[in-house]
Each structure stands twice: as C-alpha cells, then as structure tokens.
C-alpha cells in the first residue's frame, strides 16, 4: 500500500534538520538503573576508604549480600509494581502473615515442607488477588488499600501466632520440621558447598586453620535474589508482559484503548509482590527457625526506597528491576559496613534517608536533563 | 452518492448512553458501508467522541444495539472492537507517552519471536517503513512519544489505526493539530482507506474538509442526532443551521 507518497510528493518535505542523533552517552543517561550504580559506586568507593579491608574478603561480601537479597528479593517485585503503576505497603505485614502460614502447616499440622510451601504460596496468591480486587473496583489508590493490609495483616499475625502456639507470638521447631526433606536445600543453607571445599584445597579462597573453606557456600537467598532480578529484568525488557507493565504503568487510560488486559496485569503483579514477600518468609522462617509478630516490619518502606533508588518513578511507567537489585546491595552495604568501621551502626537509619533523597534528586535531574525539560 | 450496495460494515440502532444524569447520545442510528466516508459534526459537547467510544468498546451503551458485519456484537472492551477490524484515533491520540514510537504501533499486539520474546526488530523495520509510506515526519522509530509535537503525535496515531485497520476506522478530529501539509496528506490517506474498502467515520469541525472528503454526513446536536444528508444534496448553509440549531 503506496498511500500518501504518490499523491502527495509536493508536500513531502526533506528530513528535519534540526534533528540531532542521539549519543551512546545520552542513551545510557536515559537508563533508569543509572542512579543505582552511580549509588552503589559511591558507597562502594566510601567503605573502600574508611572500612575495614575485611568488608571486601569473600565472606564480607557475603556478610553485607545476605541481607542485600532478603531486601532485595521485595524490591524487585516491588519495582516491577511500581513500574505497573501500583504500590504494595502491606509486603512488610505479608512476611510476617506467610511466616505464620507457613510456620502453623510446618509444626502445627506437621504437613511435609513442599505442602507447607504450596499452602504459604495459595495465601499470597489470595491476599495479592484481593489487593488488586480492591484496588481495582473501587478505584481507589493502591496506597490507601494496601496500607489497611499492612495493619490487617500484621494483626491477623499477632492473633493467628497466639492460637498456633497457644498464647505466644513466636512459633518454633521449622528447622527441626524442615529437616530431611528434598526441598529444604533449596530454602535454606548454602548453595555449593563441595565447590566451595574444593576451591580451600586448591587455596583459591580463605580457609580456617583446620583447612575449612571460611565461606561454606553461597547462601541460597542471594542465588535466588539474583535469580529473580535476572527473570524480572528479562520479562520487562524480552517479553509482551513486561511491555504491559510498562504501558498500564505510564498511561492506564492509553493502555486499554490499546486493548491491554491493564487489570490482568496488575493482578498478576499484586500476586507478585505477595509471592516475593512468602518467599523471604519461608527463608528467613527455616534460617532463624523461629517466625514472630515482628517480621518484616517496615520492609515495606525499605522495598520501596530500593526500588526508587533503582530509578523506579512514583508515578508508574518507568523503572528497572536491575536497578532495584542495585538499590537492595547499596542498601546491604550501608547496614553491615558500618559494623566494619569506627562509625555508630545507629546512623544507619540517617544514611538511608540521605540515600533516598540524593536518589531521588539526581534521578530527576538527570531526567530533565535528558528529556531537555525543566 | 452510494458507494456501494453491499452489506454495510457497522450498523448502529437506538443508541442511547448517559452518564448520571447527563445524556450524552440518545436515539443514534447509522450504518457504514465499506469504503464509504461519514462525517460527524457538531459543537463541543454534542456527544461525538462518546459515540466513536461507544464503537470502540471504551464505553458501553445504556441501551441500543450494535452490529458488525451483520453480527450483533456487544462490545465489553477495546479488544473486542480490534478483533472485529476496527480501529480508532483518539481525540487524546491514546498513545503511551513514555514508549517509544515503534512500541505504540504494536501496543497491545507486539510481535513475538517463537519463543515468546518481544520481536524488536519486526516492530522497529515495519514502523519505518509505515512512517515512510505515509510520510510522517518523526526523528526515529525509537523516539519517545513524550519527544514529539502534537502533529507528529498525531501521525504516529494515524499511522497506528491505518496500519491496523481492516474493516472499520474512527477518526476523532485526525487534523486537529496539523498543518497545512500535514492535513492535506491525512486526507490522502482517509481517500485512500476508501480504496481498501475500509469504511469511515470522521470526525471533524471544518466543514471544508468534511465536504472534501466524506459520501454522508450526520449531524449532532447536544446528543440528538438532528439527521443525515447525502453530500451531493446537501450544502454548507444546510449543515451549519442542523448544527447550530438556528436558521
Ligand atoms: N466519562 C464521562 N463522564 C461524564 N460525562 C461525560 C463523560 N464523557 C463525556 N461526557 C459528557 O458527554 C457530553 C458529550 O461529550 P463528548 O466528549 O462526546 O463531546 P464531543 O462532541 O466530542 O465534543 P468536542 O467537539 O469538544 O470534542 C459532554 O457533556 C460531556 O461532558
Ligand atoms: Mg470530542
């Protein structure tokens, strides 16, 4: 189909000169995760300087990445809401309502641990489908619904632990319940310990004097926090989803009237977010082998501030789950490396908010300045 | 001036939509045959974008009904209309603002590889030689739509509806924000959707362009539809008292 060319040659006109190509540079300033390496950089560069050298041995690293990918596994999928334009304050409270699920089917109904998983997982597809049911319905902002479940469920918590361990807040014995079973390699523990073993006999990595490796493994969270950010970043940059999220993110309004299935997209990342949240639940809850009313608490905020340093925009429709993945280690980095350093670990708290802001204010400015806006 | 005698593409009866207490269409009927141009005209407010959304599926009608290609159909959502072959430029243009040029064409039906993955390259060359075709002056096809003018906007939408379009297109106000060339080749390119048996509905407030273009026109008046003329039996004096009411 030649339409308009050759009716209309008179009027065609030769290319706009006043169009300028855009550098390799300018398209990696457009890349929202920018701000989360610049970050990580920084405080990389900072603790380098002012740390103990023992912040950057192997099992520093793996000191600092653990609580990394606790946060992280949330904020990845806290990210990819954000970028659908939603977001989820009750994934705090949710750590600790699964911790309790999954916790009461471990020891009190003594169900093997793949049934415990399954029944854990079913409640976070529920709660995820009620948030987005609410949300959607009523047209209300998801911040508003899922701040009532943020206290709902840390509630349903405080009751449900009583009537599980008649009368405590603290449930016990997962570890003893876990043991044993195939799965338990995948939710707890470290990942390749023979390889680690090997690597102290060939004297690649550092050992005890008694020639253990000082590293066992990688501990399974990180492998999974990194699993998840690599699949997230896949399905938004690969995939029609992804391209989905973004578009009932940016413009809901636009995204129908294209025919994308907005609703169905933000169900699916309410369940998300849930699933992220029974996962750091089942981790944390085999790891201390103990779950309590306190899980969780405030890492909803903690997510969030992840994912905005990762360059994700309160407003929706823009943002990267590996930038998130930056965030959660720049945030793993300022909790333990300042335990390697003279500083009191009690400014952590006033790194973070600084953290968030100089984030926020340099994603900004960096967009204004690549778009050309002011 | 009949185009055509076969079936008609779209055939609406008794539509009726109010929103509370607002009526905003009532007692709307029409049929559009394939390649027949209709205009709708009528002042801000008359009820002209509610009637192209109510084609689309964005909004559903309180009562009435709707038949496509002789299928009585009720349209739940933008899919259902796409499915049927219809396709609509909005008067907000329905563009993501913060994708790319080449995303919006594919917006909602992007291309996929065999194993699922998004089929870029696909996207990218069709949207060039889309754009090219209908010379719509855009820097690239991966320009950001927050990037581009309202004209180009405009192109982009334009682009997005003919590329897509089998049966039935809407236009809302498609040269509202172009200039003089620009508008000269949209309307090429509606005369050329004539050719591809295509039938449409456009929207306009220059009556020059809407006796240049369209085979009927109707006219709305604060949600009544006050009638439809043939163009050849008709005449501008005509149109503009049925618009405004006054004589
Ligand atoms: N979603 C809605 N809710 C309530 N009222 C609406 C809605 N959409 C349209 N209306 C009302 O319906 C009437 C018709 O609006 P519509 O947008 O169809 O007018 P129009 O003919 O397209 O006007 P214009 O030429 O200015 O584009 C107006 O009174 C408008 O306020
Ligand atoms: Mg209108």
Same mark, same amino acid.
Request: charged content about 15%; hydrophobic content about 50%; overall charge positive.
């Given at each position: 189909?030649?339409?308009?060319?050759?009716?209309?040659?008179?009027?065609?006109?030769?290319?706009?000169?006043?169009?300028?190509?855009?550098?390799?540079?300018?398209?990696?300033?457009?890349? #929202?995760?920018?701000?989360?390496?610049? @970050?990580?950089?920084?405080?990389?560069?900072?603790?380098?300087?002012?740390?103990?050298?023992?912040?950057?041995?192997?099992?520093?690293?793996?000191?600092?990445?653990?609580?990394?990918?606790?946060? $992280?596994?949330?904020?990845? @999928?806290?990210?990819?809401?954000?970028?659908?334009?939603?977001?989820?304050?009750?994934?705090?409270?949710?750590?600790? &309502?699964?911790? =309790?699920?999954?916790?009461?089917?471990?020891?009190?109904?003594?169900?093997?641990?793949?049934?415990?998983?399954?029944?854990?997982?079913?409640?976070?597809?529920?709660?995820?489908?009620?948030?987005?049911?609410?949300?959607?319905?009523?047209?209300?902002?998801? &911040?508003?619904?899922? =701040?009532?479940?943020?206290?709902?469920?840390?509630? =349903?918590?405080?009751?449900?632990?009583?009537?599980?361990?008649?009368?405590?807040?603290?449930?016990?014995?997962?570890?003893?319940?876990?043991?044993?079973?195939?799965?338990?390699?995948?939710?707890?523990?470290?990942?390749? #310990?023979?390889?680690?073993?090997?690597?102290?006999?060939? $004297?690649?990595?550092?050992?005890? #004097?008694?020639?253990?490796?000082?590293? #066992? $493994?990688?501990?399974?969270?990180?492998?999974?926090?990194?699993?998840?950010?690599?699949?997230?970043?896949?399905?938004?940059?690969?995939?029609?989803?992804?391209?989905?999220?973004?578009?009932?993110?940016?413009?809901?309004?636009?995204?129908?009237?294209?025919?994308?299935?907005?609703?169905?997209?933000?169900?699916?990342?309410?369940?998300?977010?849930?699933?992220?949240?029974?996962?750091?639940?089942?981790?944390?809850?085999?790891?201390?082998?103990?779950?309590?009313?306190?899980?969780?608490?405030?890492?909803?905020?903690?997510?969030?501030?992840?994912?905005?340093?990762?360059?994700?925009?309160?407003?929706?429709?823009?943002?990267?789950?590996?930038?998130?993945?930056?965030?959660?280690?720049?945030? @793993?980095?300022? =909790?333990?490396?300042?335990?390697?350093?003279?500083?009191?670990?009690?400014?952590?708290?006033?790194?973070?908010?600084?953290?968030?802001?100089?984030?926020?204010?340099?994603?900004?400015?960096?967009?204004?300045?690549?778009?050309?806006?002011? | 001036?009949? +185009?055509?005698?076969?079936?008609?593409?779209?055939?609406?009866?008794?539509?009726?939509?109010?929103?509370?207490?607002?009526?905003? /269409?009532?007692?709307?009927?029409?049929? /559009?045959?394939?390649?027949?141009?209709?205009?709708?005209?009528?002042?801000?407010?008359?009820?002209?974008?509610?009637?192209?959304?109510?084609?689309?599926?964005?909004?559903?009608?309180?009562?009435?009904? !709707?038949?496509?290609?002789?299928?009585?159909?009720?349209?739940?959502?933008?899919?259902?209309?796409?499915?049927?072959?219809?396709?609509?430029?909005?008067?907000?243009?329905?563009?993501?603002?913060?994708? +790319?040029?080449?995303?919006?064409?594919?917006?909602?039906?992007?291309?996929?590889?065999?194993?699922?993955?998004?089929?870029?390259?696909?996207? !990218?060359?069709?949207?060039?030689?889309?754009?090219?075709?209908?010379?719509?002056?855009?820097? %690239?096809?991966?320009?950001? *739509?927050?990037?581009?003018?309202?004209?180009?906007?405009?192109?982009?939408? *334009?682009?997005?509806?003919?590329?897509?379009?089998?049966?039935?297109?809407?236009?809302?106000?498609? +040269?509202?924000?172009?200039?003089?060339?620009? +508008?000269?080749?949209?309307?090429? *390119?509606?005369?050329?959707?004539?050719?591809?048996?295509?039938?449409?509905?456009?929207? %306009?407030?220059?009556?020059?362009?809407?006796?240049?273009?369209?085979?009927?026109?109707?006219?709305?008046?604060?949600?009544?539809?006050?009638?439809?003329?043939?163009?050849?039996?008709?005449?501008?004096?005509?149109?503009?008292?049925? !618009?405004?009411?006054?004589?």
């Amino acid at each position: 189909m030649s339409l308009a060319n050759d009716q209309n040659s008179a009027v065609t006109v030769a290319r706009d000169e006043r169009l300028k190509k855009v550098s390799t540079l300018t398209a990696l300033l457009r890349r #929202p995760e920018l701000g989360a390496v610049a @970050g990580l950089v920084l405080v990389t560069l900072f603790f380098a300087l002012t740390a103990n050298p023992a912040m950057f041995t192997l099992a520093g690293i793996m000191n600092f990445m653990a609580p990394a990918a606790q946060l $992280g596994i949330l904020a990845v @999928g806290a990210a990819l809401l954000m970028i659908g334009g939603e977001f989820d304050l009750s994934i705090g409270s949710m750590i600790a &309502f699964a911790g =309790l699920v999954f916790g009461t089917a471990l020891v009190v109904w003594q169900v093997p641990l793949s049934v415990s998983i399954l029944v854990a997982v079913a409640f976070a597809v529920f709660i995820g489908v009620i948030n987005a049911q609410l949300t959607m319905r009523t047209g209300l902002p998801s &911040f508003i619904v899922t =701040l009532a479940f943020l206290f709902i469920l840390r509630g =349903l918590t405080l009751v449900g632990l009583k009537w599980a361990s008649g009368g405590a807040t603290q449930l016990r014995g997962m570890k003893e319940a876990a043991a044993g079973s195939p799965l338990a390699p995948l939710f707890s523990g470290d990942a390749f #310990p023979g390889l680690f073993t090997a690597l102290a006999e060939m $004297g690649i990595v550092d050992t005890f #004097p008694n020639g253990t490796p000082k590293v #066992p $493994g990688i501990p399974v969270e990180i492998l999974w926090f990194i699993a998840i950010a690599l699949v997230a970043t896949w399905v938004l940059l690969r995939t029609q989803f992804g391209n989905w999220i973004f578009a009932a993110g940016g413009d809901p309004r636009a995204a129908r009237k294209s025919a994308v299935p907005v609703a169905r997209v933000k169900t699916i990342l309410f369940i998300v977010t849930a699933l992220c949240a029974t996962l750091v639940a089942i981790l944390t809850v085999l790891d201390a082998g103990s779950t309590d009313a306190r899980r969780g608490f405030q890492k909803e905020f903690e997510a969030i501030i992840a994912a905005v340093i990762g360059g994700c925009l309160l407003t929706g429709g823009y943002g990267s789950a590996i930038g998130a993945f930056f965030g959660s280690i720049v945030f @793993g980095m300022v =909790l333990i490396g300042l335990t390697y350093t003279s500083i009191d670990q009690d400014w952590y708290l006033v790194f973070l908010g600084g953290m968030l802001l100089i984030a926020v204010i340099f994603n900004n400015v960096i967009r204004k300045r690549v778009t050309g806006e002011r | 001036m009949q +185009t055509s005698s076969s079936e008609p593409v779209l055939v609406l009866k008794d539509i009726r939509k109010s929103f509370g207490a607002v009526t905003a /269409i009532e007692n709307f009927s029409l049929d /559009i045959r394939p390649g027949e141009i209709v205009a709708l005209v009528g002042d801000n407010g008359a009820g002209k974008s509610t009637l192209i959304k109510i084609i689309s599926g964005v909004h559903a009608p309180t009562s009435g009904s !709707i038949t496509i290609e002789g299928e009585t159909v009720s349209m739940a959502s933008a899919s259902m209309a796409r499915a049927h072959g219809i396709e609509v430029v909005y008067q907000d243009l329905a563009l993501a603002d913060q994708q +790319t040029v080449y995303m919006n064409m594919f917006l909602g039906r992007e291309p996929v590889n065999r194993f699922g993955l998004l089929d870029r390259r696909t996207m !990218i060359s069709e949207t060039e030689k889309l754009v090219k075709e209908l010379d719509v002056r855009i820097p %690239s096809a991966h320009a950001t *739509i927050r990037d581009l003018s309202g004209g180009q906007r405009q192109g982009v939408a *334009i682009a997005r509806a003919t590329r897509w379009a089998s049966k039935l297109i809407l236009l809302d106000e498609p +040269t509202a924000a172009l200039g003089v060339a620009e +508008t000269a080749k949209v309307e090429a *390119i509606v005369q050329s959707l004539k050719s591809r048996n295509i039938g449409v509905l456009i929207i %306009s407030h220059s009556l020059d362009q809407v006796f240049k273009l369209s085979d009927r026109i109707c006219v709305l008046r604060r949600g009544k539809q006050i009638g439809i003329r043939n163009m050849a039996e008709t005449n501008k004096n005509e149109v503009v008292s049925m !618009i405004t009411g006054l004589n």
